[in-house]
């Protein structure tokens, strides 16, 4: 049988689901980590919707940061849910002339900034931080993205209840001591399971829980006290 199997792949008459590339890989642009991009199938899309899920302040923003210092267009950042730290592009060597971010009052005013900067054809790049979302408003926000060749990032928190959202990709980020774990729950066209850990810990050393005491800490004591 194991005979029949192997003479049936070499002659490519058995399919591996977990071989698929995804459709044209000119269409992705690196992640700029190597293993995210393996697991991506080649990075992420020049254009669609990319969903994160994930809690805030894990390190999810510095995942793109790599990706982002790739781009020399405008990135756009709608309805963050905190004041960004300048420091954190500066340190990246991004020109912060090439950041703009946009404060809204309302999620209409969120997505209908988010759709005209994505069909402006001036970004590359949104970055949008949204709780809720429905079918139809991805939907837009697809249309518009294919129109401007951009891309939209969009970070949510975790979803118990999830609906069939027609997304490019969907993304789970959860926290681990050297980093951030990525877990791949749906890429359009390609096979749509696996998880990777990001490695942080030699980058961000600060902001990592990598142990940095000693298991066996002895602490010194004055001779007096010695005994």
């Known amino acids: 049988m194991q005979n029949i199997i192997q003479t049936l792949k070499n002659q490519q008459l058995i399919w591996h689901a977990n071989s698929t590339r995804c459709a044209n890989e000119s269409r992705y642009q690196t992640s700029g980590i190597d293993e995210l991009d393996k697991l991506l199938g080649g990075g992420f899309p020049q254009h669609g919707v990319v969903e994160m899920e994930s809690a805030l302040g894990i390190g999810?923003?510095?995942?793109?940061a790599n990706y982002l210092k790739q781009q020399q267009d405008l990135i756009v950042l709608i309805h963050p849910p905190a004041v960004l730290n300048a420091a954190?592009?500066?340190n990246m060597d991004f020109p912060l002339a090439n950041c703009l971010v946009i404060h809204s009052v309302s999620t209409k005013e969120a997505l209908w900034a988010t759709e005209q900067c994505l069909k402006s054809g001036v970004c590359r790049t949104v970055i949008l931080w949204q709780d809720e979302m429905e079918i139809h408003q991805v939907k837009r926000l697809q249309v518009a993205s294919e129109q401007g060749g951009c891309v939209l990032f969009m970070f949510r928190p975790y979803q118990?209840?999830?609906l069939s959202l027609?997304?490019?990709l969907s993304l789970r980020l959860s926290p681990t001591e050297h980093g951030i774990h990525v877990e791949l729950l749906k890429r359009r066209g390609g096979w749509g399971?696996?998880?990777?850990d990001i490695e942080y810990h030699s980058q961000y050393p600060h902001l990592t829980l990598a142990s940095q005491i000693p298991n066996h800490t002895v602490i010194p004591f004055p001779a007096v006290m010695q005994g």
């Open 160 to 162: 118990s209840h999830r």
């Open 88 to 90: 954190f592009w500066r």
């Open 166 to 168: 027609p997304l490019s």
């Open 193 to 196: 399971q696996g998880a990777v």
């Open 60 to 64: 999810e923003l510095r995942l793109l």
